[in-house]
């Protein structure tokens, strides 16, 4: 079973920026597509951005324009580039693999706090 392991999160003002990284330990490029989602505290878990195997990438509306998806398959590696953050992107990021536009493999990892706050 492929692991996947979020990683980048941290503390930054509103306006800054963060990578996040999502590390598979194995190949992801017959994968339909790989997520990321997150969950704010008292919230549901949400669908923030998707790429697909060919490269198409699709956006919740709350991030569109700032942040960006982007795969590196040689290194089995899923980028979440955030910019011009706000305290409402505060979450635990996770990214997850999708078998079809749906269906969702594997399970929930650790993964990464990011926190927006002055």
């Known amino acids: 079973q492929v692991q996947l392991v979020e990683s980048g999160g941290g503390l930054v003002q509103p306006g800054e920026s963060l990578r996040l990284s999502c590390a598979a330990s194995?190949?992801?490029?017959?994968?339909?597509?790989m997520g990321w989602y997150r969950q704010a505290p008292g919230k549901q878990r949400e669908l923030v951005a998707r790429?697909?195997?060919?490269?198409?990438?699709d956006y919740a509306d709350s991030v569109k324009g700032r942040f960006t998806i982007s795969r590196d398959d040689a290194k089995n590696t899923v980028y979440l580039q955030m910019n011009s953050l706000k305290p409402e992107d505060t979450a635990v990021y996770y990214c997850r693999r999708f078998m079809s536009a749906s269906l969702l493999i594997g399970s929930w990892g650790q993964g990464t706090q990011v926190t927006v706050s002055s």
């Open positions: 194995g190949s992801i490029s017959s994968i339909y597509a």
């Open positions: 790429i697909s195997s060919g490269g198409s990438t």
